[in-house]
């Protein structure tokens, strides 16, 4: 990695043009992945990325270049070339380069990337070889497993010398079910910063059989109704909801230019008394984790929403400049071919105190969504849509049909007012999170919840 | 810019691989430089600038091919490479052979499609022309509150390949986009619109129908409403075709068929679209801003029918692909980066288009949506099946007019009911960049959509 006395260098050239900040991102990532379809391996790769990113700011107004390159004179001639950009006369004080502190919010027991390719396989072909066998309507089984080790270096001009290693595991299984023309799928996708401990342990087996039973009742399921109706939300990935609805909306990218449907809504209520909702960095191991954001900064566990008031915003440093506040830890970035903005990280909405089956019970007609695919947000609106990979019909209290194709879409302030019921049994799940700083792993969760009304695109009447 | 640093070295990869036991090898350099501007509230508030350049290797060793890529180019990453891409091969073990090739004809590839102004695309004229924009969209209307994201960016850069098989590629191009969106809130409502421009010299760009658009496209909004829930004729605007084909577009792809993962596996020369739809790869088309000569892997690309009158005339294939089936290469097998492997892509798509204007559409259906944007393809649809549940925007028309837009309602479907279900298209072709390329889209026409939105009666 880049030495003290050369990122000084290079922080001196980028505050040459008049910068009140400069920072340099330095990125090394190792990475293995394969894949199998159908029990056999298909895909194998490997590879190195490395990158190096000067960020400059001067009052809201950023410079960022990157390169691949890591020779010093490179780099210094980088970040005069950067500095070339801003107009100013005034020079800002630079802090000498603090000693290097070192973070991970990994836990490994065992390192994955010390583990050969052809264990890889081996796990996924249990999970192929299962779902093979399991019934003649599964058709076709794919599988893949990737992990990576990302070093991120941070130093800056007030002083900052960070290091954090991120190693991640992510791995999915799915199964398609055919029946004549209709294909339906069942899919996991688990991931976390724990070693190759969690792959070990987790039960491969069983959860291969549940994504199987999926796409078999969704193969033989009918279409979801369309209308408006009382919609309940399983736990885990269902606060993917949230994660749209509203996270992205309480990220100073939008709430710092006043384009968020939650501006200045601190203190008051946005969602209904229910809801208390958290953005978790620190959560050892899990999927979303870190300890050093991608500026350096310490990560946050930030209430969000707190017994439906608004508590916290998710502020980045540029956001900090632009709202009067201080930054909580959440800069971050795809790599280093971007520039940090405020993102999410593992965000859920907290317990609340009802048993899920009761929450069941009390709905007399509605659409109970068990499994949620992605879905998108316009932060200035709050309009987002969701699909459900899996639901049921509720009918008179019970859990009946299942059916398939629904979406949900409405407006995120609406539905967190119509959030009537929340479950204890809050989970969480990864997933990938895409917006301004480009792709990066989030966990998303909550525990089952009820919105009383929500608009659900389906195709029967 | 000189590349035989760079040729040297990945001819040199090459050679070693085959020292270290790779029956072929191939190895390929991209290099990219990219600047970026972007605007808000009257000044530049970000200006980015990178060159960025990698190194993709993929070696043939007892039928399987392994790959590897890494971005810290030196010797030492050269050893990475090759063992990794060795632990790789002896892993693998798939079925379909892939090759590594050189038509004997045409050895040499070169496609520089430089437009000679790259030079013109300097931090001041791009923040020139930024500003001066966002002061135009602001002047659109007092409606309009902000304009939240406004960015004008370039790129460039060649990309070499080198084979044991003999042969050498050499492709290098450039492009400029602006993109902007808008915010306007009127009577508390708000409401958000974006839109965009692409070409190769930023002198070209003419801020008038831009910003003409994007004022529809922002303002027309106001005044929304739901609408009953039912089955719709309905018009997709270009831009909304273009986002639904490119969705399941992969099913045109021979990979997806041999895997069992397209409905349209064993349907070549088959009718699967209405008579009036046609639908043709055209990589040399003239219109378009890059033109793709030969795919990633050394295969000339041709000029051929996807969709002719209703039938589907033959998949895309690459060599794998076509070995497998027992055809040619349709000269589609591209790698989206240096450290990808070789996929099936289209290039250029051109809808054929028809001969009634948009006006003329609406006049003709009588009744109906005209649908402007669809969202949540990423999640609403199942790619296999073709289903589609997916939030939408646009406008009702009646009485042969557009009479009011419409929100919060949602389209469902399946894609190749709605192949069979094209009734026209329009004459109003615009080209819309998607996928590799780009596709020339009129509007089109579909008899009957089903359309969820919440309201009682009309």
Same mark, same amino acid.
Request: proline share 0%; glycine share 22%; no cysteine.
């Given at each position: 990695m880049i030495k003290d006395a050369t990122a000084q260098r290079i922080i001196e050239a980028a505050m040459s *043009? *008049?910068?009140d900040f400069a920072e340099i991102f330095e990125e090394e990532k190792k990475s293995s992945a394969v894949g199998l379809l159908n029990g056999r391996t298909i895909r194998a790769s490997s590879g190195i990325d490395y990158g190096v990113g000067i960020r400059l700011m001067l009052g809201t107004n950023v410079v960022y270049v990157y390169t691949c390159d890591k020779g010093e004179n490179d780099l210094i001639n980088l970040a005069k070339e950067a500095a070339s950009a801003l107009k100013s006369d005034s020079l800002s004080a630079i802090r000498e380069v603090e000693a290097l502190s070192k973070s991970t919010p990994s836990v490994l027991v065992i390192d994955p990337l010390s583990v050969s390719k052809k264990t890889n396989i081996d796990f996924l072909k249990q999970a192929s070889d299962y779902a093979m066998s399991f019934d003649a309507l599964i058709t076709q089984v794919s599988a893949s497993y990737a992990t990576s080790n990302r070093i991120i270096h941070i130093v800056n001009s007030e002083g900052f010398n960070k290091e954090e290693s991120q190693t991640r595991i992510r791995f999915s299984v799915e199964t398609v079910a055919t029946k004549g023309n209709e294909k339906q799928t069942g899919r996991i996708a688990p991931g976390t910063m724990r070693g190759y401990e969690y792959i070990n342990e987790y039960p491969i087996i069983d959860k291969t059989r549940e994504c199987c039973e999926t796409a078999i009742r969704m193969v033989n399921a009918g279409y979801a109704p369309s209308g408006k109706m009382p919609v309940v939300i399983g736990n885990g990935f269902g606060g993917v909801i949230f994660h749209e609805a509203c996270g992205h909306a309480l990220e100073s990218t939008a709430v710092g230019i006043k384009a968020s449907c939650f501006t200045d809504k601190l203190g008051k209520q946005i969602a209904s008394p229910v809801v208390s909702a958290r953005d978790n960095a620190r959560i050892e191991g899990e999927w979303g984790s870190y300890m050093t954001d991608d500026t350096g900064r310490e990560s946050s566990d930030l209430l969000l929403i707190e017994n439906g008031i608004c508590r916290n915003y998710l502020v980045d440093d540029l956001g900090a400049r632009r709202m009067g506040c201080e930054p909580t830890g959440c800069g971050r970035r795809q790599d280093y071919s971007y520039a940090p903005t405020s993102r999410m990280s593992n965000t859920y909405i907290d317990n609340g105190e009802d048993d899920p089956a009761d929450i069941i019970a009390d709905t007399e007609y509605g659409l109970y969504c068990t499994k949620m695919g992605g879905g998108s947000v316009d932060t200035a609106t709050g309009e987002f849509n969701f699909a459900s990979e899996e639901a049921f019909m509720i009918r008179n209290g019970k859990i009946a049909e299942p059916v398939r194709g629904a979406t949900l879409i409405g407006k995120g302030q609406e539905i967190l007012m119509n959030i009537d019921r929340v479950g204890n049994d809050l989970e969480l799940s990864a997933g990938m999170c895409g917006s301004m700083s480009g792709n990066i792993p989030v966990t998303v969760g909550q525990p089952t919840i009820r919105v009383s009304s929500i608009l659900v695109g389906g195709r029967e009447a | 810019m000189d590349n035989t640093f760079e040729k040297e070295l990945i001819g040199k990869l090459v050679d070693k691989a085959l020292e270290y036991g790779f029956e072929e090898a191939e190895a390929c350099y991209m290099s990219s430089s990219s600047m970026e501007i972007n605007i808000l509230n009257g000044e530049v508030s970000s200006y980015e600038n990178s060159k960025v350049n990698g190194i993709g290797f993929r070696g043939k060793k007892n039928g399987q091919m392994g790959g590897s890529f890494t971005t810290d180019i030196d010797e030492s990453a050269m050893d990475f490479m090759l063992e990794t891409a060795m632990e790789n091969c002896e892993v693998l073990d798939d079925e379909d052979e892939e090759f590594i090739y050189c038509d004997p004809e045409h050895p040499e590839l070169v496609s520089i499609q430089l437009s000679g102004n790259y030079s013109k695309n300097t931090y001041e004229k791009f923040s020139e022309v930024g500003l001066e924009l966002e002061k135009k969209i602001l002047e659109l209307s007092d409606d309009i509150k902000a304009v939240d994201y406004l960015s004008i960016s370039c790129g460039t850069g060649p990309s070499i390949s080198v084979n044991s098989k003999g042969l050498h590629t050499y492709k290098d191009s450039d492009y400029i986009t602006i993109f902007a969106e808008a915010r306007a809130q009127k009577d508390g409502v708000v409401k958000t619109g974006g839109h965009y421009w692409f070409g190769k010299d930023i002198d070209e760009f003419d801020p008038e129908p831009f910003l003409k658009i994007l004022k529809k496209k922002v303002l027309g909004k106001f005044g929304a409403a739901s609408v009953k829930s039912g089955e719709y004729k309905v018009i997709l605007d270009s831009e909304a075709f273009v986002s639904l084909f490119q969705t399941f577009a992969g099913a045109f792809s021979s990979y997806s068929m041999q895997k069992g993962l +397209? #409905? #349209? &596996? %064993?349907?070549? %020369? /088959?009718? @699967? &679209? +209405?008579? @009036?739809f046609t639908i043709r790869e055209e990589p040399m088309y003239e219109k378009a801003l890059i033109k793709f000569p030969f795919d990633s892997e050394g295969v000339l690309t041709k000029s051929k029918a996807l969709i002719d009158n209703g039938v589907f005339e033959k998949a895309l294939y690459n060599l794998k692909t076509a070995h497998k089936a027992g055809t040619e290469s /349709? %000269?589609? %097998? =591209?790698?989206? &980066? =240096? +450290?990808a492997p070789v996929g099936i892509s289209a290039t250029n798509l051109v809808v054929t288009p028809g001969e009634k204007s948009f006006d003329e559409l609406c006049e003709w259906i009588g009744e109906g949506i005209y649908i402007t944007e669809l969202n949540g393809l990423h999640a609403g649809v199942n790619k296999i099946s073709g289903d589609f549940s997916l939030f939408c925007e646009g406008y009702l028309v009646k009485d042969g007019k557009i009479a009011r837009p419409v929100e919060q309602i949602t389209v469902a479907d399946n894609f190749y009911d709605v192949l069979k279900k094209i009734i026209a298209t329009g004459s109003d072709t615009i080209s819309v960049p998607e996928g590799k390329g780009e596709y020339f889209c009129p509007s089109v026409v579909i008899s009957s959509m089903n359309i969820s939105g919440d309201m009682e009666e009309e």
């Open positions: *043009g *008049g910068a | +397209s #409905l #349209l &596996a %064993g349907k070549e %020369g /088959t009718k @699967i &679209a +209405s008579d @009036i /349709t %000269g589609n %097998g =591209f790698k989206d &980066a =240096f +450290s």
